[in-house]
């Protein structure tokens, strides 16, 4: 159960981490270019700030799965630019599966895929731009936020695991044996 603290450190984390992102785009476009706030950011806010011991909410999941979705979307969109009911379905089945070969699997990155080949207008004239703005950049945006407001509290830890974790636990496993 989530009790009220988790809840307001979550809706802390995505307050800020969507507020930054929406902050950027109103001052830096004009309001009818909506292209550095995408939709899938929303998903993945509930991951990433909601439930962050989640897999799928990981940093490698969350920058991964966007930025290889969003390849396969420009790259499918560019193959495929007319033909919405090949192009849709293409790019959100080639980026799952990318994104379980390369464990990086965040099902908000499917919806990412789809915006690179549903979209008019900004998205389509960006092509791979896409991938580093507003993909890349508004991943790391979101993981900087969750990085500070998921770990403000003892309670909270983010990510599950991070890289020095394991080899600490090995190491430090290996030199009690030494000492018996």
Same mark, same amino acid.
């Given at each position: 159960?989530?009790?009220?603290?988790?809840?307001?450190?979550?809706?802390?984390?995505?307050?800020?981490?969507?507020?930054?992102?929406?902050?950027?785009?109103?001052? *830096?476009?004009?309001?009818?270019?909506?292209?550095? =706030?995408?939709?899938?950011?929303?998903?993945? *806010?509930?991951?990433?700030?909601?439930?962050?011991?989640?897999?799928?909410?990981?940093?490698?999941?969350?920058?991964?799965?966007?930025?290889?979705?969003?390849?396969?979307?420009?790259?499918?969109?560019?193959?495929?630019?007319?033909?919405?009911? =090949?192009?849709?379905?293409?790019?959100?089945?080639?980026?799952?599966? =990318?994104?379980?070969?390369?464990?990086?699997?965040?099902?908000?990155?499917?919806?990412?895929? =789809?915006?690179?080949?549903? *979209?008019?207008?900004?998205?389509?004239?960006?092509?791979?731009?896409?991938?580093? *703005?507003?993909?890349?950049?508004?991943?790391?945006?979101?993981?900087?936020?969750?990085?500070?407001?998921?770990?403000?509290?003892?309670?909270?830890?983010?990510?599950?695991?991070?890289?020095?974790?394991?080899?600490?636990?090995?190491?430090?496993?290996?030199?009690?044996?030494?000492?018996?």
């Amino acid at each position: 159960m989530v009790d009220y603290k988790e809840k307001f450190w979550s809706f802390l984390g995505a307050f800020f981490g969507i507020g930054i992102i929406a902050f950027m785009q109103s001052h *830096s476009l004009s309001a009818t270019e909506n292209i550095f =706030l995408i939709g899938s950011f929303g998903a993945s *806010s509930v991951l990433i700030y909601g439930a962050i011991q989640s897999p799928l909410a990981q940093p490698r999941n969350l920058v991964g799965g966007h930025v290889i979705s969003a390849l396969v979307g420009v790259t499918v969109y560019k193959i495929v630019p007319d033909i919405i009911w =090949l192009s849709a379905p293409l790019a959100v089945a080639f980026s799952i599966v =990318l994104m379980q070969y390369t464990k990086t699997l965040h099902p908000p990155g499917g919806a990412t895929a =789809l915006i690179a080949v549903s *979209s008019t207008g900004k998205i389509p004239e960006l092509g791979y731009g896409y991938v580093l *703005s507003p993909v890349l950049t508004g991943c790391l945006i979101l993981l900087i936020v969750a990085l500070v407001f998921n770990n403000i509290t003892s309670n909270r830890k983010y990510p599950a695991q991070t890289v020095f974790r394991k080899p600490l636990r090995k190491k430090h496993n290996h030199l009690h044996k030494l000492k018996k």
